[in-house]
């Protein structure tokens, strides 16, 4: 079944935002107004506004050094912006640092792979969990039942991750060890073991080849199904942007240019002078 299919009917929310029909008994998982940031006197994002429903599989697109990544980095605290609001689950996030920012629903990957080549599959997902397991030090020191208990937790958590990607038999493998497509998708596990609310992928098919990006396309829309979560991510292969994303953004020099649906976007002129490429004549 294509993959097209999956989408439910994009509809008007207030702000001029489209959200997904499902969601709109629910409110917004991002509201983003007017953000933005400069450096040196140079603005690279600017008036940046936002809406990402709360089980919604958004995208953002645009040319190389149009600011994509310094948005994933201001919505995730990397940087902290010079102006505008972001609210996650509808609480302000003004001040937060990063630690906080995850600890308050948001995970994301990058667009080069960040593992603990050294550490194994299962200890790379254990860090993504330390937040939300029950530890105790005095536990942890003696070995007590609590301990194991705790450990016997954090291995099934780890187990019910890795086979969203059928990779329970990798457990135990080293991180560097992973063919480049299976390191791709251990670093969502681990985002995933953060439990967020909102997940972010920067370039997630970056380097796969069409048989992996198409089983990633799946895979998306299979975490977005099995957990409830919104997805934004950042992606070059337009095949994918419009295969999954139900509401996609434009960034061009740091600004939208435009926002809608798949079959808006790709008939959007100003969109197809600026990233597309130019309009075929009939």
Known sequence: MSSRLLKTPMVPFPSRAIIPARDLDKPPILEVSRLGIDFGGLAAVDDFSIIIGRTEIAGLIG???AGKTTVFNLL?????PS????????K???GMNTVQINKAGIARTFQNIRL????????????????HLNSNVFFDIFRLPGYWKSE???????????????????IHYKAGSL???AQRRLEIVRALATKPKLLLLDEPAAGMNPSETEELMRNIIEIRDALGIAILLIEHDMKLVMGIC?????LNYGRIIAKGTAEEIQTNDEVIEAYLGEKKEA
Do not use: C, W
Request: aromatic share 6%; net charge negative; charged share 15%.
């Open 152 to 170: 016997r937790q954090a291995h099934q958590m780890t187990l019910e991750l890795l086979s969203i990607f059928g990779m329970e038999h990798m």
């Open 63 to 65: 040319p190389n050094g």
């Open 76 to 80: 995730t605290k990397v940087y902290q």
């Open 179 to 181: 063919p480049y497509g």
């Open 83 to 90: 102006s505008g609001a972001i609210l996650l689950d509808g």
């Open 92 to 94: 302000d996030t003004s």
């Open 116 to 131: 603990f080549s050294s550490l194994t599959v299962e200890d790379n997902v254990r860090i993504g969990l330390h937040n």
């Open 246 to 250: 139900e509401g996609i953004a434009v």
